[in-house]
């Protein structure tokens, strides 16, 4: 028989079990911050009517989606989970309640060239909040709060939200004679950072008719260290620029009601956002230590979601973590917390007699203390058992043979705690209830390791520099 090489297709993540627990760990803490902010659960098809899905059509979306048919339908799978929403609300807008607030973790899927840190198949994270009508712009300053909460509760510490408002660029591109090429200049100077400013004033000049003095006008003031009072110099000439200055003032000011620290954000008028839908504040994040890395976390308010499926207006502000270049990016730069206990039991019950049932009875106790626990069946020698615990990392182990069965006992061995290396510490460790090895009675065994599991410190599944720098005494960046 011919056998075909297993492999995994290019552009698709495909992790071991430990990273996978900790992927899963970063979902986990995601859904709760989200909760923690009052956003409901919410997941849509993975694949949809191509119409629906293309509603807008053209640009690299329509390149880069995978369509195929199934008999007559014309089906497309998610390139996103804003285009999905979008549809969700204006099908469901009379049985809703607004503003609507939604989180969504779910894979999306775009036929872009595979490359290292770029994915086909890939998880976003996306937060939304959906206004009937009109939206209040306080909820464009809560987003920055939820990013802050979310990633210092990932772990990080070393990052930057950057906030900017569409209305001061398209403002000043009013003020400076731009009008007419402004989304044009607004994909450009998004390129900032990547390309640097002598690029942007040459594409700027060269490609879209800007005049060199007003290039050197514009990204004079958009490199200012002091956005805020420079723009202040323009108040008064524009009326879509004042009410930008106004708004982005306000989600200054309640962004750190909200608590966010004044180190954690910043005005930068270099953010533009390359997509066309936002129309108000919008949002990069960045690892500090990393900004090559480019932004982890990104959005922004827009006046209309919905208008391909409905007539009704339906603002919104959102962001999106695309969580499976951020778990890369964080394992490739050594972020994972390597400390995390990933094993998939606390415990492994290991049955010293062929008779299982005192093995089961305990084992059963036992979850239903809370405890994770695992029953191992398999007939191989002592030495292959305590191998399998050491490789799953599973901290605890029970043994149940003839003289704990007959005597009502357990045998629990500590597997991660190392052996003491003189007497006195051994005995230190016993006044403090930390044993190597002990034998207690069934009941007290049970509440013996559900005490210790509850012990543990807390440890998050990202590991930044500060942390770093704490645990191996290295010197600052």
């Not at 772990?155 to 007419?180: A, P, S, T």
């Amino acid at each position: 028989m011919d056998r075909i090489k297993p492999r995994t297709l290019s552009g698709f993540m495909e992790l071991l079990p430990r990273e996978q627990v900790l992927f899963d760990q970063m979902v986990a803490i995601l859904r709760e911050s989200y909760s923690l902010y009052g956003f409901t659960p919410l997941d849509t098809p993975a694949i949809e009517a191509s119409e629906v899905l293309l509603a807008k059509g053209g640009g690299e979306t329509e390149k880069q989606i995978y369509r195929f048919t199934k008999g007559d339908t014309d089906l497309s799978l998610r390139f996103d989970l804003t285009v999905p929403l979008a549809k969700y609300v204006a099908l469901h807008y009379n049985e809703l309640s607004f503003p609507f607030r939604r989180f969504q973790i779910g894979k999306v899927y775009r036929g872009e060239r595979a490359q290292r840190g770029r994915f086909r198949e890939f998880y976003q994270a996306d937060i939304d909040v959906i206004g009937d009508g009109k939206l209040d712009i306080a909820n464009e300053a809560e987003v920055p709060a939820i990013i802050y909460q979310t990633f210092t509760a990932l772990g990080l510490k070393r990052f930057k939200i950057r906030v900017n408002n569409r209305k001061v660029l398209n403002g000043l591109f009013d003020l400076m004679g731009l009008k007419e090429q402004a989304g044009d200049v607004m994909r450009t100077i998004d390129k900032l950072e990547k390309i640097g400013p002598e690029k942007v004033k040459a594409i700027l000049t060269d490609d879209f008719a800007v005049s060199p003095e007003t290039a050197d006008q514009l990204l004079a003031l958009l490199s200012t260290d002091q956005p805020m009072a420079a723009l202040e110099d323009f108040r008064g000439k524009n009326p879509l620029l004042d009410l930008g200055i106004d708004e982005l003032s306000t989600v200054v000011r309640y962004m750190a009601a909200f608590g966010v620290p004044e180190d954690h954000f910043m005005v930068d008028l270099t953010i533009a956002r390359g997509l066309d839908y936002y129309t108000g504040t919008v949002y990069e994040t960045v690892m500090l230590d990393h900004p090559e890395i480019g932004s982890i976390c990104s959005g922004g308010r827009y006046d209309n979601l919905a208008e391909y499926y409905t007539e009704k207006q339906l603002p919104g502000v959102g962001i999106s973590i695309g969580l499976t270049r951020l778990f890369f990016v964080l394992q490739d730069q050594g972020y994972l917390n390597s400390e995390v206990l990933t094993a998939p039991a606390d415990l492994l019950v290991l049955p010293m007699t062929g008779d299982l049932t005192a093995a089961i009875s305990f084992a059963t106790a036992c979850r239903a203390a809370g405890i994770r626990t695992q029953l191992y069946t398999e007939a191989k020698k002592f030495k292959a058992k305590m191998s399998y615990a050491g490789k799953t990392g599973i901290p605890f182990a029970a043994f149940l043979g003839e003289d704990e069965i007959s005597t009502g006992t357990v045998t629990v061995k500590d597997l991660l705690l190392p052996d003491p290396s003189i007497p006195q510490e051994q005995e230190e460790r016993a006044a403090a209830g930390l044993h190597k090895q002990i034998t207690l009675p069934t009941a007290e065994a049970v509440s013996y390791v559900k005490n210790r599991l509850d012990a543990r410190p807390h440890s998050q599944p990202i590991l930044d520099t500060p942390a770093l720098v704490e645990k191996y005494h290295l010197q600052q960046p």
